[in-house]
C-alpha cells in the first residue's frame, strides 16, 4: 500500500512537472564537437527521464542476474523450510490425538528437512512420539539432552518431573520442581511442587520466600498469597513454641495480623502471649477472632487463660464469649461445660439444651450426658441420652481429604497439599446402604403398624368346597363368596361347554377402593426407584 501511493505521488509530480514545462516554451541548445545541437525543452526533458528510466531498468537486470544464483538457492530453502513445518505441525496434531506412528513418520520427515538446532519443537515432538510408543527410556533421555540448552531446559525439566511422577518417585519429581522454581518461579507446577517438599520437611522459611516469589511473580493473587503466609506462619510459630518462644510470637502476631479471623493462627499468637503474661493483648485476639467465627478452641483457650482462675472465674469468661456472640451454638456449649465444672447443673442443663436447639450434634448430647450423670445419676437418662447422640450429626472437626483430626495441621497427610484442612463436619458414608449387593446382605423387614383399637375387625372370606349346600345365611353373602378352581373342576367341565366372558370389574371389598386403572397403567413394574 505505502509503495503504491509512492508510485503515484511520483507520476503526479512528473505529471505537474511537465505541465509547468508546457506553460513555459523554450529552447535548449547544446554545443558538443563543433556541433550545436538544438532542441525544445519539453522534449529535452523528456529524453533527460526515458534515459534514467533505461538506466533504472538495465541496473535492475544486472542486479537480478548478478543475485539470481542466491535467489533460487533461497526460493528453494524456504521452500524446503516450509515443507519441514508443514511436517512438524502435522506430527504436533497427530501426537496431540495419540497417533504414534504418524507422529514418529512426521518426526523423521521435519528432521530430514529441518536442523534439530534450529527448531527445537522436533525434540519434542521426538519425544512425545516416543511417550506414545512406550518408549519411556528413550523419552527420558531425550528430555535430559534437553537441559543442555537453555532454551528448552524447561522442557526437559517438565518431562523428567511427569515422567518421575508416573513411576511414583516423589523425590525426583520435587527435584526436578526445584530446579525449575529456582530458574523460573511463575511456573505453577514447579512452584506448587517445590511448595509441598518444603512443607513436607518443615522448611518453612523456604516456603515463605517461595510463596513472595509467587506474589512478585502475580503467579497468584493478593488474598491467596496472604493466606499461605498465614498458613505458613501459624505453621513455624507452633513448631518454635517450645524452643525459640519469641521467634514464635513474631509470626504468630504476623499470623493473625493477615488473617485475623483464622483460629489456628489467632490460637497460636494468643497462647504465646499467654506464656509472657500478656492475657489483655491475647484476649483481644481471640474476642476479635471469636465475633468472626466461634470456635471451640479459641472457647477454651479463652476460659483457661489465666492457670489460677477458680471456676466460677471461667464460668463468667464464658458468659463473657456468649455476649458477644448470642444465639450460637458454641456460645451455649461454651457456657454449658464451664458450668459443669462449677457444679452449676441447672445453668449448664439449659444452655446444653438450647445448643441442641440451635444444631442438633453429638458433642450436645455427650455434653447433657455428662451434666445428667454428674446431677442425678440416673443411667437410664444417660443412655438415651448416649442414643441420641449415637444418631446425632457429627461435631465439626478439621478435615481434610477424608482425614479427620482433632488438631489443625498446615498440610494434608494424604497428598501433602497447603491448607488443605477445614473445619467443617465429616460427611456420613451412607452409599454403602444403597450400593451394596451381596448376596448375603439381608434386607430390613419393615414391620406393619399396630392396628388402632377402635377398628372394626373385618371378617375373612372362607372358601367353599365344591357341591356344598349352602346355609340361608351363606346365600345372602353367595356374591362375596369365591369358589376355588382345582384340577377335578376342570375336569368336570364339558366339552361342549360355552366360554363365559370375563366380567369387566372384579368385585371389591367395601373398604379397599381399588385402584384407578388409568394410574395403574402409569405406574413402572419396577418396584423402586430413585427417581
Keep these: 500500500m505505502i509503495r503504491l501511493l509512492a508510485f503515484l505521488i511520483v507520476v503526479f509530480a512528473l505529471g505537474l512537472g511537465f505541465a509547468w514545462l508546457a506553460d513555459r516554451p523554450g529552447d535548449m541548445v547544446v554545443t558538443f564537437n563543433g556541433y550545436q545541437y538544438q532542441v525544445s525543452l519539453m522534449v529535452a526533458a523528456v529524453a533527460i527521464v526515458a534515459v534514467v528510466a533505461a ?18 538457492s533461497r526460493y528453494f530453502r524456504v521452500r524446503r523450510r516450509d515443507r519441514g513445518y508443514q511436517a512438524l505441525s502435522t506430527g504436533m496434531i497427530a501426537a496431540g490425538a495419540g497417533d504414534g506412528a504418524l507422529a514418529r513418520k512426521k518426526t523423521k520427515e521435519a528432521a530430514k528437512l529441518i536442523r534439530s538446532d534450529q527448531e527445537p519443537l522436533i525434540h519434542l515432538l521426538e519425544a512425545q512420539a516416543s511417550l506414545l510408543e512406550g518408549d519411556h527410556e ?13 532454551e528448552m531446559r524447561l522442557l526437559g525439566l517438565r518431562g523428567l518431573y511427569l515422567e518421575a511422577e508416573r513411576l511414583g518417585d516423589r523425590n525426583a519429581a520435587r527435584h526436578y520442581a526445584g530446579r525449575a522454581a529456582a530458574v523460573a518461579p511463575q ?7 517445590t511448595l509441598e517438599e518444603l512443607t513436607a520437611r518443615g522448611d518453612w522459611d523456604g516456603a515463605l520466600k517461595l510463596v513472595d516469589a509467587q506474589k512478585s511473580t502475580r503467579q497468584i493473587e493478593r488474598d491467596a498469597a496472604n493466606r499461605r503466609r498465614a498458613v505458613l506462619l501459624t505453621a513455624k510459630a507452633q513448631s518454635l513454641a517450645d524452643s525459640d518462644p519469641n521467634a514464635a510470637r ?3 502476631l504476623e499470623a493473625n495480623k493477615l488473617q485475623p479471623d483464622f483460629a489456628p493462627a489467632a490460637v497460636a499468637a494468643a497462647a504465646a502471649l499467654f506464656k509472657q503474661n500478656d492475657v489483655r493483648k491475647g484476649s483481644k485476639i481471640l474476642e476479635t477472632a471469636w465475633r468472626a467465627e466461634p470456635h471451640p478452641e479459641i472457647a477454651e483457650l479463652y476460659t483457661h487463660a489465666r492457670p489460677g482462675d477458680a471456676v466460677l472465674d471461667r464460668l463468667n469468661r464464658a458468659k463473657k464469649l456468649q455476649e458477644m ?18 457444679q452449676d447443673f441447672s445453668t449448664a442443663r ?12 453429638e458433642g450436645a448430647y455427650l455434653l447433657l450426658a455428662d451434666i445428667e450423670e454428674a446431677e442425678t445419676g440416673d443411667q437410664g437418662k444417660v443412655r438415651q441420652l448416649l442414643s441420641k447422640a449415637v444418631r446425632a450429626p457429627r461435631d465439626p472437626a478439621w478435615v481434610a481429604d477424608g482425614v ?17 484442612f477445614e473445619w467443617r463436619a465429616p460427611m456420613e458414608r451412607l452409599g454403602q446402604l444403597i450400593d451394596s449387593r451381596d448376596e448375603g446382605t439381608t434386607v430390613p423387614v419393615i414391620e406393619a403398624l399396630a392396628k388402632p383399637a377402635s377398628e372394626k375387625p373385618i371378617d375373612a372370606i372362607e372358601p367353599v368346597a365344591a357341591g356344598s349346600e349352602t346355609t340361608g345365611k351363606g346365600t345372602d353373602r353367595s356374591e362375596d363368596q369365591v369358589t ?4 377335578a373342576a376342570f375336569a368336570a367341565v364339558p366339552a361342549d361347554a360355552e366360554a363365559v366372558e370375563p366380567a369387566e370389574e372384579l368385585t371389591r371389598l367395601p373398604d379397599d377402593p381399588g385402584v384407578d386403572p388409568d394410574e395403574e397403567a402409569e405406574k413402572s413394574p419396577r418396584r423402586f426407584r430413585l427417581f
Excluded: C
Excluded at 511456573?187 to 511442587?193: D, F, P, V
Excluded at 439449659?350 to 450434634?361: C, K, L, V, Y
Excluded at 483430626?405 to 491448607?419: F, K
Excluded at 376355588?484 to 384340577?487: C, Q
Design 55 to 72: 538506466v533504472m531498468i538495465v541496473w535492475w537486470l544486472i542486479r537480478s542476474l548478478w543475485n539470481s544464483p542466491y535467489t533460487i
Design 350 to 361: 439449659s444452655e446444653a439444651e438450647a445448643a441442641i436447639r440451635m444444631d442438633r450434634r
Design 250 to 252: 513474631t509470626a504468630a
Design 138 to 150: 528413550g523419552a527420558r533421555q531425550k528430555f535430559e539432552s534437553m537441559l543442555d540448552d537453555p
Design 404 to 420: 479427620v483430626s482433632e488438631r489443625w495441621a498446615p498440610v494434608s497427610p494424604v497428598t501433602g497439599r497447603l491448607d488443605a
Design 325 to 342: 456472640k448470642k444465639n450460637h451454638a458454641e456460645s451455649s456449649m461454651t457456657v454449658a461445660r464451664a458450668a459443669l465444672d462449677a
Design 187 to 193: 511456573l505453577a507446577w514447579a512452584a506448587e511442587s
Design 484 to 487: 376355588p378352581v382345582t384340577a
